[in-house]
């Protein structure tokens, strides 16, 4: 053990002697967890909504200022011209167009319901569906007297805005609540799976780039000589990153908690059992790709063409259930995924260890082939 203990030594004093990996480290992951959890969202704000009020009535302007107000959308044009509103959409100057009826409000008063028509610029189809959820709770909680609806007709287009007839509708009301975040934060859900990519950033690219830089500098080549075994020689390694990287983890869950407010409802101790098990993965990945590389930009190239397929897979930027049931079986195979989504669990759920024990099994397994595969691919003789 001696020798890995003066190994080891060498490892973290010429990690902390190197300014730009101390950056990498820690300041610019905490960086970076600041940046992308306000830029990461799934919530759209500032919606540009023109609106083709062929009623102009007090309901009319009621309703759209009521819009107005929620601070999702802002009114980029008002007239009673479908043709100009289509060409504002047309080129770009509009996201939504809301069309009143002539007889919104004698409906209204009338009959207790009237009928309004939404046109929405369907291009990016998630920003359009979350544009008419938003429309839709808005329209939904406004009511001029006890007993009347509006009613939403939703019409997905790029560019048009031609009528459609909409038939009458039920009156069901629905109670809605949400669990584990009731207030329906986007923080709360993806600042988890943010820390998961950083650690991840963290295990596998600068372990590659740690290797490669001293198989550049000849350094590896003055081990070669020496009586130290493979598997010290990689422990060494590997050991000063993964205990890097769960101080990253914990300086990243305390700034999300002091910053974003994000809940810990379940186990740290469970969270970093799981970030340990995974950094196996991400850190065999990392030792993979040394061996495969010459130089640090091969090692930069390689790592990240591997993660940019875990990230896109993992959940992170699409749920995993809304892919298709040959893409869901392959997402299995990606560690980025189970981790995800025992951060969430127990952060937002407070889930115990029976609630993660699969997502643990399965990084047990990953951790134990990749590394072993990358062990017996790395050579101190090719390095």
């Known amino acids: 053990m ?3 203990r003066f190994l080891l030594r060498k490892e973290f004093t010429q990690i902390f002697r190197d300014r730009v990996i101390l ?8 960086f970076q967890l600041l940046l992308l959890a306000n830029s990461a969202t799934f919530e759209v704000r500032g919606s540009k909504l023109y609106v083709v009020d062929h009623d102009r009535s007090s309901a009319s302007r009621g309703l759209v200022e009521r819009l107005i107000a929620s601070g999702r959308f802002v009114q980029s044009g008002y007239g009673s011209s479908a043709e100009i509103a289509s060409e504002a959409m047309l080129n ?9 009826p002539n007889d919104f409000e004698r ?41 009347t609806e509006v009613v939403p007709s939703i019409v997905q287009a790029a560019s048009r805005a031609e009528p459609v007839p909409v038939r009458g509708r039920a009156n069901i009301q629905l109670d809605e609540r949400g669990w584990y975040n009731p207030e329906y934060e986007y923080l709360a859900y993806m600042i988890p799976a943010i820390l998961v990519v950083l650690v991840t950033i963290v295990g596998s690219l600068l372990t590659a780039m740690n290797i490669v830089r001293e198989k550049e500098a000849g ?30 983890l914990a300086l990243g869950l305390g700034l999300a908690r002091l ?27 990392g030792l ?55 951060m969430r669990a127990v ?15 399965w990084l047990s397994v990953m951790g134990v082939v990749v590394l072993t595969i990358a062990v017996r691919r790395y050579s101190k003789r090719t390095a």
Do not use: C
């Open 2 to 4: 001696r020798p890995l």
């Open 23 to 30: 950056g990498m480290l820690f300041v610019m992951p905490l």
């Open 92 to 100: 770009r100057k509009a996201d939504a167009i809301l069309t009143f």
């Open 107 to 147: 409906n209204l008063v009338r009959d207790g319901r009237a009928v309004l028509q939404v046109i929405l610029n369907a291009e990016d189809g998630a920003a359009a569906a979350i544009t008419s959820s938003y429309l839709q709770q808005i329209v939904s909680s406004y009511a001029l007297e006890p007993g």
């Open 219 to 248: 350094t590896l080549e003055q081990l070669n000589v020496t009586p130290v075994s493979r598997g010290m020689f990689i422990a060494a390694k590997l050991i000063p990153l993964w205990s890097l990287a769960l101080i990253e």
């Open 259 to 285: 910053v974003f407010d994000i809940p810990i409802r379940g186990s740290l101790a469970l969270i970093f059992l799981g970030a340990a098990i995974y950094l196996l993965v991400a850190l065999g990945i």
């Open 288 to 342: 993979w790709t040394s061996s495969v590389a010459a130089t640090q930009q091969q090692a930069m190239f390689v790592t990240y063409s591997i993660l940019l397929i875990y990230l896109l897979m993992s959940g992170l930027f699409t749920p995993v259930r809304g892919m298709p049931e040959w893409a869901q079986a392959v997402a299995q195979l990606s560690p980025v995924m189970h981790f995800t989504q025992l």
């Open 347 to 361: 952060l937002l759920k407070g889930a115990g260890f029976m609630d993660v024990v699969r997502e643990l099994a």
